[in-house]
């Protein structure tokens, strides 16, 4: 039984940026996920649900339903849940305090870990400019980036034909394009600095679609990814130690165990300790 079919326990899970009413929101994946993954803890960290997809129009499949009740069924079970909020689902912000089955909202929150190091965590929408001072060009930016998923869905249709695994073109875009790098770059240092602020140890966030352990002036920066592209996951051992789980490369690995991935994604997982 290899790891992609493992049933794993873990202290803490956070999960952020699933965009549910997407057609991108990779839902099928996530139920998996969820099934083999199991926690004493579940983070939320923001953009579950996709409310400015939703307004322009309604999508909402089973499968998208499906997530929500596994969350609920897990939560009736006894694992603690955790929603704070983002910007596309701003609009629970004004149910801070508020349980929803089982699920209680919070603006933000601080995380001890078992090894007792303290961790904001926080969407991170608060530190992106774009966001806070100019909402029209977030919405433009935000069609630009259905576009981008639209192409690479097609895109990645003739690399399984040709047994190729997923690649993302706009991940890729990011790290090449000098003002993305600069904006990324800029959003973890604004995120770490709020951290040291909070007096914590480390942030945990999401927003920018960018999965990564690292450390940045001495605090632990921990972004979780997203669920539309990557299909990252963070989670905490019970010892303590923050593990980078790559989902959709797990479920690659599985389904061809011979096919070697590249060198830059050859690793599934990957700890705090080893980002140090």
Known sequence: MNEATQQRHFRTLFISDVHLGSKAAQADLLIDFLRLHDAEKIYLVGDIVDGWR????????????????????????????????????????????????GIEVRQNDVHVTADGRRFLVIHG????????????????????????????????????????????????????????????????????????????DGVICGHIHHAEIAVRGGIHYVNTGDWVESCTAVAERHDGTLEMIRWTQLVEQTAHPRRRPPLEIAVSTETAAEAA
Do not use: M
């Not at 129009?57 to 603690?80: F, M, Y």
């Not at 040709?162 to 890729?172: K, R």
């Open 54 to 101: 939703l307004k322009r129009a309604w999508h909402w499949p089973q499968s998208h339903n499906d997530v929500v009740q596994k969350l609920l069924r897990k939560a009736r079970k006894g694992t603690e849940i955790v929603y704070i909020p983002g910007n596309h689902d701003e609009f629970l912000r004004s149910f801070q305090g508020t349980h929803f089955g």
């Open 125 to 200: 929408d608060e530190f992106d400019v774009v966001v806070r001072n100019a909402r029209l060009i977030a919405y433009l930016g935000d069609w630009a980036y259905d576009a981008a998923i639209a192409i690479n869905v097609v895109f990645n249709k003739a690399r399984r034909a040709f047994g190729f695994p997923y690649w993302s073109i706009s991940s890729w875009a990011k790290l090449k394009v000098k003002n993305a790098v600069s904006f990324i770059g800029t959003f973890e240092t604004a995120l770490a600095e709020e951290a040291a602020r909070h007096g914590c």
